[in-house]
């Protein structure tokens, strides 16, 4: 039996023992039931009609009862609030009982509700849709309110018995329709929500919600694994949070006064501080942020600003004057280098001023050159803010300089200015050239042969000696002839084939490219003197000079000059065996001389001993000669060898003028003694410098005239001991002062006898081997002083003081 559409709303509304869902499956059931067996009944009826009368009878009124049956459940299912779609367990195309308000479409043979879009909302018709297959297939009942096109709420409840799948579709009534469009609502706030949440959840930043309490009620993947707490609940459960209390602090601060925060914060993730920027709302029952990780932008920023004050740094660094102005051609930066080209003040271009009024304050102060049309000129330079290229301009200063002024368009506005002063540049450039014709008219004119060759082998430059001088024809010295064509032509012409040295030094490694210098002969009997030079830019030069005249007279003179050195070894040879021969003959001349004049031997004439008495005198000079030369040989052959000892200057110089004594008073002469302090002390050899002494006393006893004074100085201080002997004889021409010192070279003219030439040739040596020195001062008519200065302590002394 069928409960009629008021029963099933009835019971619905008392919720008396069953559920609505459970009443309309029963009744769907029961109808179901009901159609199905009185289609099974009047099959029977029909077939039975023939057997009996009364069965016929009974048929009849078990036909009309079910007739009347199906117009009351025809009557229930066709109400105007109300339909219902019915599939049977095997059918695809479903039976549609009932209308609703607004309703013109049904489903189609497959099932779809996409009809039903006319008279409900696309998102209605979709939830519909997906509830409906679950349904069929799955057999999952549903209770839906969905929204018609004209915004009314329409209940849908889905049920699936045994036999049959039933969707029924019911307009509320007016005391239910405000629950309905509630219902509704709630439902598409659920949609969203779970929308927002899923889109919460798929977001690759961290998002949180809060309760009024301050405390987390939600988070996301991304906060949970921010936070390090694994999963989202976690998260929750355990009060795991991203950022910082303070951070927090200052979000709630920050909500007392406004509902919204915005600003960046730093959280450390994974041990690495990061940078987010937080964003959170707060509402009434709590708040809700999201962070985005902004640590590489902020990198990029810093590094960015970095880059750009790296940039401002080098530019300000520049003797290049730079300026920037932006896209309104207000300036925007300036370094160093422009502030001093145009001497303007600090204060006026921190101003930001118009490029166009510092064009024109540059005219009104003179800097800038006055143009016939100020103002086409200005509108030209100008341009550049309106140019897709770089523009160049030279400007010609009044002050004489060129600035050589490139304009270059930024791509997001404005232009840099380059303004290069190039008057150095173009000064250098004339005076280079300049240089370079000079050069090349110098080498030109040069006899000395220079050719360059780059480190390629190829020739740079050569002048007309080198050719002249090898004899080379104009192609092997053209410009960039190799060096193999050079090399080529002159090998025929040298003897010793030196160009193969040249090669390996122009074109060797860095070991062989080093400077050489030699002399090369020529088959024509020339000898030419050449010089390999590298030069900075790895060229290399070649100079060749004509030495042959040279190199003639140069053998000459060695040639010479070895006959000369024969010539004097042979002299020493000879001197040195002469005196060794002579020193035994004299000695016993002296020695019979003495004897001659002792008593014991017999008295002697007068006219004897005056003969004997000259013997005695000669030999002993002629002793003396041979002593100094013996002396001056030992010096020569460096085998001298010095009694260093304590000499005090009153005792040396006494015993000196002791032995000259004699001759002094032969002439009348006077001996002066000038000595301070004496008892001075100086360390050397006292018997040479007594030899020393005696012969620079005798020279001046020889030149002094009768009755005049030599004067023998000596002087002791600071790190010398000074020796000082003045006559007042004739002088000595300045002609002869460079031979003085000369060995056997006696003076010409005043003397009183001509010696051998020896005397001051000892001084000099035995003065030097103290370590010491000689100087003479003389002039004609003035006499003649003869200085020997002697170290206090000789080197060698010092050194094995030391």
């Given at each position: 039996?069928?409960?009629?559409?008021?029963?099933?709303?009835?019971?619905?509304?008392?919720?008396?023992?069953?559920?609505?869902?459970?009443?309309?499956?029963?009744?769907?059931?029961?109808?179901?039931?009901?159609?199905?067996?009185?289609?099974?009944?009047?099959?029977?009826?029909?077939?039975?009609?023939?057997?009996?009368a009364a069965q016929n009878h009974a048929l009849?009124?078990?036909?009309?009862?079910?007739?009347?049956?199906?117009?009351?459940?025809?009557?229930?299912?066709?109400?105007?609030?109300?339909?219902?779609?019915?599939?049977?367990?095997?059918?695809?195309?479903?039976?549609?009982?009932?209308?609703?308000?607004?309703?013109?479409?049904?489903?189609?043979?497959?099932?779809?509700?996409?009809?039903?879009?006319?008279?409900?909302?696309?998102?209605?018709?979709?939830?519909?849709?997906?509830?409906?297959?679950?349904?069929?297939?799955?057999?999952?009942?549903?209770?839906?309110?969905?929204?018609?096109?004209?915004?009314?709420?329409?209940?849908?409840?889905?049920?699936?018995?045994?036999?049959?799948?039933?969707?029924?579709?019911?307009?509320?009534?007016?005391?239910?329709?405000?629950?309905?469009?509630?219902?509704?609502?709630?439902?598409?706030?659920?949609?969203?929500?779970?929308?927002?949440?899923?889109?919460?959840?798929?977001?690759?930043?961290?998002?949180?919600?809060?309760?009024?309490?301050?405390?987390?009620?939600?988070?996301?993947?991304?906060?949970?694994?921010?936070?390090?707490?694994?999963?989202?609940?976690?998260?929750?459960?355990?009060?795991?949070?991203?950022?910082?209390?303070?951070?927090?602090?200052?979000?709630?601060?920050?909500?007392?006064?406004?509902?919204?925060?915005?600003?960046?914060?730093?959280?450390?993730?994974?041990?690495?501080?990061?940078?987010?920027?937080?964003?959170?709302?707060?509402?009434?029952?709590?708040?809700?942020?999201?962070?985005?990780?902004?640590?590489?932008?902020?990198?990029?920023?810093?590094?960015?600003?970095?880059?750009?004050?790296?940039?401002?740094?080098?530019?300000?660094?520049?003797?290049?004057?730079?300026?920037?102005?932006?896209?309104?051609?207000?300036?925007?930066?300036?370094?160093?280098?422009?502030?001093?080209?145009?001497?303007?003040?600090?204060?006026?271009?921190?101003?930001?001023?118009?490029?166009?009024?510092?064009?024109?304050?540059?005219?009104?102060?003179?800097?800038?050159?006055?143009?016939?049309?100020?103002?086409?000129?200005?509108?030209?330079?100008?341009?550049?803010?309106?140019?897709?290229?770089?523009?160049?301009?030279?400007?010609?200063?009044?002050?004489?300089?060129?600035?050589?002024?490139?304009?270059?368009?930024?791509?997001?506005?404005?232009?840099?200015?380059?303004?290069?002063?190039?008057?150095?540049?173009?000064?250098?450039?004339?005076?280079?050239?300049?240089?370079?014709?000079?050069?090349?008219?110098?080498?030109?004119?040069?006899?000395?042969?220079?050719?360059?060759?780059?480190?390629?082998?190829?020739?740079?430059?050569?002048?007309?000696?080198?050719?002249?001088?090898?004899?080379?024809?104009?192609?092997?010295?053209?410009?960039?002839?190799?060096?193999?064509?050079?090399?080529?032509?002159?090998?025929?012409?040298?003897?010793?084939?030196?160009?193969?040295?040249?090669?390996?030094?122009?074109?060797?490694?860095?070991?062989?490219?080093?400077?050489?210098?030699?002399?090369?002969?020529?088959?024509?009997?020339?000898?030419?003197?050449?010089?390999?030079?590298?030069?900075?830019?790895?060229?290399?030069?070649m100079t060749f000079v004509d030495v042959t005249?040279?190199?003639?007279?140069?053998?000459?003179?060695?040639?010479?000059?070895?006959?000369?050195?024969?010539?004097?070894?042979?002299?020493?040879?000879?001197?040195?065996?002469?005196?060794?021969?002579?020193?035994?003959?004299?000695?016993?001349?002296?020695?019979?001389?003495?004897?001659?004049?002792?008593?014991?031997?017999?008295?002697?004439?007068?006219?004897?001993?005056?003969?004997?008495?000259?013997?005695?005198?000669?030999?002993?000079?002629?002793?003396?000669?041979?002593?100094?030369?013996?002396?001056?040989?030992?010096?020569?052959?460096?085998?001298?060898?010095?009694?260093?000892?304590?000499?005090?200057?009153?005792?040396?110089?006494?015993?000196?003028?002791?032995?000259?004594?004699?001759?002094?008073?032969?002439?009348?002469?006077?001996?002066?003694?000038?000595?301070?302090?004496?008892?001075a002390v100086f360390h050397a050899d006292e018997?040479?410098?007594?030899?020393?002494?005696?012969?620079?006393?005798?020279?001046?006893?020889?030149?002094?005239?009768?009755?005049?004074?030599?004067?023998?100085?000596?002087?002791?201080?600071?790190?010398?001991?000074?020796?000082?002997?003045?006559?007042?004889?004739?002088?000595?021409?300045?002609?002869?002062?460079?031979?003085?010192?000369?060995?056997?070279?006696?003076?010409?003219?005043?003397?009183?006898?001509?010696?051998?030439?020896?005397?001051?040739?000892?001084?000099?040596?035995?003065?030097?081997?103290?370590?010491?020195?000689?100087?003479?001062?003389?002039?004609?008519?003035?006499?003649?002083?003869?200085?020997?200065?002697?170290?206090?302590?000789?080197?060698?002394?010092?050194?094995?003081?030391?």
């Amino acid at each position: 039996m069928l409960w009629p559409a008021n029963a099933w709303s009835q019971s619905t509304e008392t919720g008396a023992g069953l559920s609505v869902g459970t009443l309309e499956v029963i009744q769907l059931s029961i109808f179901a039931g009901v159609m199905g067996a009185a289609l099974l009944s009047a099959i029977w009826l029909i077939r039975e009609r023939a057997r009996t009368a009364a069965q016929n009878h009974a048929l009849r009124e078990r036909i009309a009862e079910l007739s009347g049956a199906l117009q009351r459940s025809d009557a229930l299912l066709n109400l105007n609030d109300q339909r219902v779609v019915l599939w049977e367990r095997d059918s695809r195309k479903p039976a549609v009982v009932g209308t609703l308000p607004g309703d013109s479409g049904a489903p189609d043979e497959r099932g779809a509700f996409l009809a039903f879009g006319r008279w409900l909302t696309p998102a209605s018709a979709f939830a519909l849709e997906r509830a409906a297959a679950a349904l069929r297939e799955r057999g999952e009942a549903f209770d839906l309110v969905v929204e018609t096109s004209r915004g009314g709420p329409i209940e849908v409840h889905g049920r699936k018995s045994a036999l049959h799948t039933a969707i029924r579709f019911v307009a509320p009534a007016e005391s239910r329709r405000e629950l309905a469009r509630l219902r509704l609502e709630a439902q598409r706030l659920r949609a969203e929500h779970d929308s927002l949440l899923g889109l919460a959840e798929a977001l690759a930043m961290p998002v949180w919600v809060r309760d009024g309490e301050g405390r987390l009620a939600w988070a996301n993947r991304a906060f949970a694994e921010a936070a390090e707490a694994g999963a989202p609940g976690t998260a929750v459960s355990e009060g795991r949070e991203l950022l910082t209390t303070a951070a927090r602090s200052e979000i709630a601060r920050v909500h007392a006064a406004e509902a919204v925060f915005r600003q960046t914060l730093s959280a450390v993730v994974g041990g690495e501080r990061r940078m987010y920027a937080v964003t959170d709302v707060a509402h009434a029952g709590g708040s809700a942020g999201i962070a985005v990780d902004v640590s590489e932008i902020e990198a990029i920023r810093r590094e960015h600003q970095d880059t750009v004050r790296s940039h401002a740094d080098t530019l300000d660094q520049l003797n290049t004057a730079v300026a920037i102005f932006d896209a309104e051609a207000k300036l925007r930066f300036f370094n160093q280098a422009f502030q001093k080209l145009w001497d303007f003040e600090t204060g006026f271009l921190e101003s930001s001023p118009d490029n166009a009024l510092l064009l024109d304050r540059l005219r009104s102060e003179g800097k800038l050159a006055e143009q016939p049309e100020w103002r086409r000129w200005t509108e030209a330079v100008l341009s550049a803010y309106r140019s897709m290229d770089s523009q160049e301009h030279w400007w010609h200063l009044p002050d004489g300089r060129t600035i050589r002024v490139v304009a270059t368009p930024q791509p997001k506005g404005g232009v840099t200015w380059v303004f290069e002063d190039l008057t150095e540049k173009i000064d250098l450039e004339s005076r280079y050239n300049a240089a370079r014709r000079v050069q090349g008219e110098t080498l030109d004119n040069l006899a000395e042969g220079v050719a360059v060759f780059g480190p390629d082998g190829r020739l740079r430059l050569s002048n007309p000696a080198f050719r002249s001088l090898w004899g080379l024809p104009a192609e092997a010295t053209a410009p960039e002839a190799h060096i193999a064509t050079v090399r080529a032509a002159c090998d025929a012409l040298a003897k010793d084939g030196p160009w193969s040295e040249f090669v390996a030094v122009v074109t060797g490694f860095d070991d062989e490219r080093r400077d050489r210098h030699g002399q090369t002969e020529l088959v024509n009997g020339t000898i030419l003197s050449y010089a390999l030079i590298h030069l900075p830019n790895g060229q290399v030069m070649m100079t060749f000079v004509d030495v042959t005249d040279t190199v003639n007279v140069e053998r000459a003179l060695k040639d010479k000059n070895e006959a000369l050195q024969k010539a004097d070894q042979l002299k020493n040879d000879f001197v040195q065996h002469v005196s060794y021969e002579l020193r035994s003959p004299l000695t016993n001349i002296i020695g019979f001389t003495e004897l001659l004049t002792l008593e014991t031997t017999g008295p002697l004439n007068p006219r004897q001993r005056d003969y004997v008495d000259h013997i005695s005198s000669s030999s002993a000079v002629l002793l003396t000669i041979v002593n100094d030369i013996l002396d001056l040989a030992t010096v020569d052959a460096g085998i001298m060898q010095l009694d260093i000892g304590e000499v005090r200057l009153g005792n040396v110089v006494q015993s000196a003028a002791d032995l000259v004594a004699e001759r002094l008073r032969e002439h009348d002469i006077r001996l002066a003694l000038d000595i301070d302090p004496p008892g001075a002390v100086f360390h050397a050899d006292e018997h040479r410098v007594r030899q020393i002494l005696f012969n620079l006393l005798s020279n001046a006893a020889n030149y002094a005239p009768e009755g005049s004074t030599v004067t023998l100085t000596a002087r002791g201080a600071d790190a010398w001991a000074e020796f000082r002997v003045h006559d007042d004889g004739p002088g000595i021409a300045p002609d002869v002062l460079d031979s003085i010192f000369k060995r056997f070279e006696p003076r010409a003219g005043g003397g009183r006898r001509r010696g051998a030439g020896l005397g001051l040739s000892i001084v000099k040596s035995f003065v030097e081997l103290h370590g010491g020195s000689v100087d003479i001062e003389t002039g004609e008519g003035r006499g003649t002083s003869v200085i020997c200065r002697f170290p206090l302590v000789p080197a060698g002394m010092r050194v094995a003081a030391e």
